[in-house]
């Protein structure tokens, strides 16, 4: 491990000052950046301690919707009223995150920015791997894949990204709140990460030196819920994930917005489906039809092909939990 400097920030203000040197890396509930580094994923020159830092950490009702600090633990979230009664599908994939012990340090800002789980990027001994050493190419593409994409993958990188909790934030159209000296953002959660397309090395669109200082809930969405499957239920990234918000009038369906999790570089929504499910009754018959139209771009590998059947009927799933819920 590369000898690296520790400084704890006493303020926001101080975070942001701090982040702007080269090679600083945020810590916050430190389960993923402390991995990073003993593996020689990342090598940070500082290491800037955010634990300390006041007024980041609350979860409140906003103007439309809850706002949750970047520093809320992951439990504190799960179990917090607001989103447990208003926002099921997080509370839930919060829940089925990890273990107790990781969700009472992990943090809402830190879960998103968590890396792939590709074997071969975190390979102690150098594979090719694009997201290490970029230009190097892509060993998972003829090698073991069997966990990987099924959709928006390229040659270059056919990794998932393995969180639960940003599949429930896309699903509900969740916005990233950040903080930078030279301006903050607002980034909807659907595109905070990266697709190969896009750059096979990122993870996210996130800046040097910029901060993720809340995530911003829209309207509740009580009818809404979380799949996922895994091989063991005690602890294990997802297989494959679903996550589902309805709004249901008089017993059918007025809106749908469903996302997959562990199919892609990012949470995958069925923009295709949610369209044709509108108007129709969660149990209907032509509610596989419609999931099963979105399913047209699903691209497997030679090892995925089982992931597309698992998916579809993970996402049919879904949309009944939510509908009982």
């Known amino acids: 491990m590369r000898d690296f ?52 950490d609350a979860v409140e009702e906003i103007e439309g919707g809850v706002r949750i600090g970047a520093l809320a633990r992951l439990n504190d979230v799960a179990q917090n009223p607001l989103v447990a009664e208003g926002y099921p599908v997080l509370s839930q994939a919060i829940l089925r995150a990890a273990s107790a ?14 890396r792939v789980r590709c074997p071969y990027f975190r390979a102690n001994e150098g594979a090719p791997c694009n997201k290490r050493e970029p230009g190097s ?9 069997d966990r990987h994409a099924i959709f928006g993958w390229t040659e270059d990188c056919v990794a998932v990204h393995p969180a639960d909790p940003p599949v429930a934030l896309a699903a509900l159209d969740a916005v990233i709140v950040t903080d930078h000296p030279d301006g903050g953002r607002r980034i909807p959660v659907r595109e905070f990460h990266v697709l190969p397309s896009q750059n096979p090395a990122w993870h996210d669109v996130l800046r040097a030196g910029e901060l993720i200082v809340g995530i911003e809930l829209p ?24 996550a589902a918000a309805l709004e249901i009038e008089g017993g059918v369906i007025r809106r749908a917005r469903v996302a997959l999790g562990s199919v892609a570089m990012r949470p995958w929504r069925l923009a295709a489906a949610e369209e044709r499910l509108a108007g129709l009754a969660p149990d209907a018959p032509e509610v596989a039809e419609a999931i099963g139209a979105a399913f047209a771009e699903a691209r497997p ?25």
């Not at 012990?101 to 968590?114: E, F, H, S």
């Not at 309207?219 to 679903?242: C, D, G, H, M, W």
């Open 101 to 114: 012990q990781i969700r009472n340090l992990a943090t809402i800002g830190g879960n998103p920015v968590q």
């Open 137 to 145: 190419g892509c060993a998972a593409l003829n090698g073991i894949h």
């Open 219 to 242: 309207a509740p969405a009580p009818q809404s819920a979380y799949l996922k499957i895994r091989e063991r239920e005690s602890y294990e990234y997802a297989t494959v994930s679903a």
């Open 5 to 56: 400097s520790y400084v704890r920030a006493g303020s926001r203000a101080e975070a942001l000052d701090l982040g702007q040197a080269d090679d600083a890396a945020f810590l916050a509930g430190g389960t993923e950046l402390i991995n990073w580094m003993r593996i020689g994923i990342n090598a940070p020159a500082r290491v800037i301690d955010l634990s300390r830092v006041e007024g980041l």
């Open 301 to 325: 590998l030679a090892g995925t092909e089982w992931k597309v059947r698992l998916a579809r009927n993970a996402a049919r799933r879904v949309i009944e939990l939510a509908a009982e819920a």
